[in-house]
């Protein structure tokens, strides 16, 4: 047998294998930017309601399906931190003497 030989079952046997793998690491993909646009549409759908089950659990998510090793995720990690700071403030109450807008 000649190393074009070997290389031709090489081919047969492995490429089958290699095809599966490239398709399950494009489903995977796939599947994780479809969680992430899922999050921001609940997000954005109950952002007038911020104690509303399903607001509270896409805020949740964040911290599971976004990277913080990843460039632009870590800016979306950043801005959940601001925003659930923000929702963890002390609402401010005009009544009181000590409110002023700025």
Not at 51 to 67: Q, T, Y
Not at 69 to 93: C, F, T
């Amino acid at each position: 047998m000649t190393i074009s030989d070997w290389l031709m079952i090489a081919a047969v046997l492995l490429g089958p294998i290699f095809a599966v793998q490239v398709q399950k690491a494009i489903e995977s993909w796939k599947e994780s930017k479809q969680r992430k646009i899922a999050i921001f549409k609940t997000l954005m759908s109950t952002r007038r309601t911020t104690l509303s089950p399903r607001h509270v659990e896409a805020l949740n998510m964040i911290d599971i399906e976004f990277s913080p090793k990843k460039s632009k995720e870590k800016k979306v990690i950043e801005s959940w931190k601001i925003y659930l700071d923000h929702l963890n403030s002390p609402q401010l109450n005009p009544d009181d003497p000590d409110y002023s807008i700025k």
